[in-house]
C-alpha cells in the first residue's frame, strides 16, 4: 500500500520560515520524480516545486529563490524548505510522487501565513 504522509505545516507570521517533510513507503522512492503542489481556497491547484529521481529541482516563478526542495532517499522522504513565506503562500501543501505510469498523492499539510 502506498503512503505518503506530509508534515510541517502550520501557523506563521510573514517573513517566517517552515519545512514540510513528506515521507512515502510503498514505493521504490529512489525512482520516483517528486513535487510539493498547494491549494488555496477557491483556487486549483498548483506546482510548487519538483525534484527529479536524478535530483534535478524545478520551481514555480513564485516561490524561486524563498522555497528549495531537497529528498533524503535513504529515508524516503522529500522535504520543502520555505523561507520568506507571504500571505499568498497559505495554502494546503501536497505531495505527489510520480513516474511515467503512476502518480500518487498525500492527503497534504496546512499552511497560514498570518499576522
Known amino acids: 500500500q502506498v503512503q505518503l504522509v506530509e508534515s510541517g505545516g502550520g501557523l506563521v507570521q510573514p517573513g517566517g520560515s517552515l519545512r514540510l517533510s513528506c515521507a512515502a513507503s510503498g514505493i521504490i522512492f529512489s525512482i520516483y520524480a517528486m513535487g510539493w503542489y498547494r491549494q488555496a481556497p477557491g483556487k486549483q491547484r498548483e506546482l510548487v516545486a519538483t525534484i527529479s529521481s536524478g535530483g534535478s529541482t524545478n520551481y514555480a516563478d513564485s516561490v524561486k529563490g524563498r522555497f528549495t526542495i531537497s529528498r533524503d532517499n535513504a529515508k524516503n522522504t522529500v522535504y520543502l524548505q520555505m523561507n520568506s513565506l507571504k500571505p499568498e503562500d497559505t495554502a494546503r501543501y501536497y505531495c505527489?510522487?510520480?513516474?511515467?505510469?503512476?502518480?500518487?498523492w498525500g492527503q497534504g499539510t496546512q499552511v497560514t501565513v498570518s499576522s
Open positions: 505527489k510522487a510520480a513516474n511515467v505510469r503512476l502518480n500518487y
